[in-house]
């Protein structure tokens, strides 16, 4: 009989049974407990301290001796997947936080730990300290420690905003921003246009208001900025000899740059505008992000020893094959530039421009041609700001049609709310169904009135056309904004890079590296459109990614 590996959730008493019964049957056992220990019961705490043994059940002293089964306690099960007449599994295993090999098994530590809890494992009926003695038969001490607080889980960089906010609420705004670059080189940009997830999350919404959490950030670093503090430059004493190819100089790319220059690692940054930023500098607009200020901010990180490349396009200055050359490793941050078309006659017309492209434009200062009335399709950000945009461009009137209703716009309440106050005039549950164009300039949008069905797979209600409601509006421009993809056309065909049916790249959610050796990536081109912070937490964890892959390699050459 062939034997088969089994994996076995659950450390309770149905679980150590079964574990035995495939054990016995020669089968490689796997069993995991999401606790600290086995056995779903725990002798109370006043025994513990005595050092009386925990566990007495016969089945466990067999399950722990029996050599066809491997204990993982304190894990949990991550993903799951079928593949290849098997099953996959990705387990997390938390530490207990305590040295076994320094550990001499005294107990002092339970009698002093000042940290009182509900016992979980006799359903909250006594106490138990914070330190335990879980696992008796193993000598496994455990701390039990809350899992990060929900603010820095939420934050996609788990930025440690208790410490941060602590250290401003001391005066020690220094010390505020050391914590903050801990994990992120851009606190002047974030602090600025930050969604703030943190904040909705943040527990003292229960008690009041959220931490302004967001213009925290914004307040420490601009301190910095309005005092004319240099920021501290701190690298290693040497680097090392390798250098990695960036591609992109957006937030996800130079916050990989400077992180690797902080590993010791120094890059090279090729950027095809003439300034880096990505959507930082192209995409957000001036009065939202100032130039000067994000100049500051990138400035500094290139001093760490990240060589910036503009006006480099790869695929076309540089082929991608010559990176792999040169470089010890490539990052990928290229973003997700082309804007999605509504696929409807007329889009073509001269007059229809997609929203990412008038917003590079406008902040590249070219001319833009405001007259009359504009159009924006679309509910997200994208839309907010080339509605806000236009109104400053001149247009006369600014009209934003959502096929939805307000409450299902993905934008920003707040960046609604200016919108609003500014006069933009929003139409919802209206969606385009025709560009009209005379002499090849489009002058006219006909239109279909909506209403809400049943939820699609985004949980929001499908928009449904109503039969007979078409209708035209005049207006001199229309500006969809309806979503981006990347353009990952440099790629070479012959690279083996997978591109997804997205046009993102997949990465390993550890490591970032894609499925070529030594090729990283992440960053809207990654993930898909998203948010800034999202962008730089996959450049740090990229720059991680490719340090711990060149000195494997280094390693693996010695
Ligand atoms: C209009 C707009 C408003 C936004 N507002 C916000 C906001 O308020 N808050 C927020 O958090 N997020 C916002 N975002 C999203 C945020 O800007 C992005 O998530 C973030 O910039 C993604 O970073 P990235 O480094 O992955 O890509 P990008 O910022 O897009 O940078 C990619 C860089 O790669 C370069 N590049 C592309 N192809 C090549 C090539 N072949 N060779 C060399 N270089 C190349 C590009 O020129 C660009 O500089 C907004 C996005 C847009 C479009
Ligand atoms: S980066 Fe954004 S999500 Fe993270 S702490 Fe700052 S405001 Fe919150
Ligand atoms: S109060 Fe809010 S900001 Fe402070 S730690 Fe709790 S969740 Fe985070």
Known sequence: MSKKRVIIFGGDPAGVAAALSQAEAGNQVILVEAAPSFGGRRLPQTRIINGESGFSAVDWEAVRKHPN???????????????????????????????????????????????????????????????????????????????????????????????????????????????????????????????????????????????????????????????????????????????????????????????????????????????????????????????????????????????????????????????????????????????????IPGEDLEGVVDGVKFLKDANMGKKIDARGKVIIIGGGNVAMDAARVSWREGFDEVHVLYRRTKKEMPASPWEIDAAEEEGIKFQYLVAPVEVIGDNGRMKALKCLRMQLGEPDASGRRRPVPIEGSEFVIEAETLIPAIGQRPDVAFVPDDSGLEITRWNTLDADPETFMTNVPGVFTAGDVQTGPGIAIAACAGGRKAAAGIARYIEAKRRAAA
């Open 69 to 343: 089964i491997r204990l993982l306690t304190n894990a949990e099960l991550l993903k799951a997947k079928a593949a290849d007449g098997s099953f996959h599994f990705r387990l997390r295993q938390r530490t207990p936080r305590v040295d076994p090999e320094k550990c001499n098994d005294c107990k002092a530590c339970i009698r002093v730990c000042p940290i009182h809890m509900y016992d979980d494992f006799n359903e909250g009926l006594g106490f138990r300290t914070a330190i335990d003695f879980f696992n008796p038969s193993v000598g496994v001490y455990n701390i039990f420690k809350e899992d990060m607080p929900i603010c820095q889980a939420t934050c996609p960089a788990n930025l440690d905003i208790r410490s941060y906010v602590g250290l401003i609420a001391d005066g020690k705004y220094a010390e505020s921003l050391a914590k903050i670059r801990e994990r992120l080189p851009f606190a002047l940009s974030i602090g600025r246009v930050c969604p703030h997830p943190c904040e909705g999350a943040c527990n003292r919404g229960h008690v009041d208001e959220p931490i302004a959490i967001c213009a925290l950030k914004r307040f420490v670093a601009d301190w910095e900025m309005h005092h004319d503090i240099d920021p501290p430059v701190e690298v290693p004493e040497q680097f090392h000899d390798e250098k990695v190819a960036i591609i992109g100089a957006g937030p996800a790319g130079l916050t990989c740059g400077y992180f690797l220059a902080k590993a010791g690692y120094r890059s090279v940054c090729f950027e095809a505008m003439p300034e880096p930023g990505g959507m930082f500098r192209y995409g957000i607009p001036e009065y939202r992000l100032p130039t000067p200020t994000l100049m500051r901010e990138i400035n500094w990180i290139l001093e760490h020893g990240v060589e910036l490349r503009c006006n480099t396009r790869i695929g076309k200055d540089v082929t991608f094959e010559e990176l792999q050359r040169d470089y010890a490793a490539i990052f990928i941050g290229v973003g997700a530039w082309s804007g999605m078309k509504l696929r």
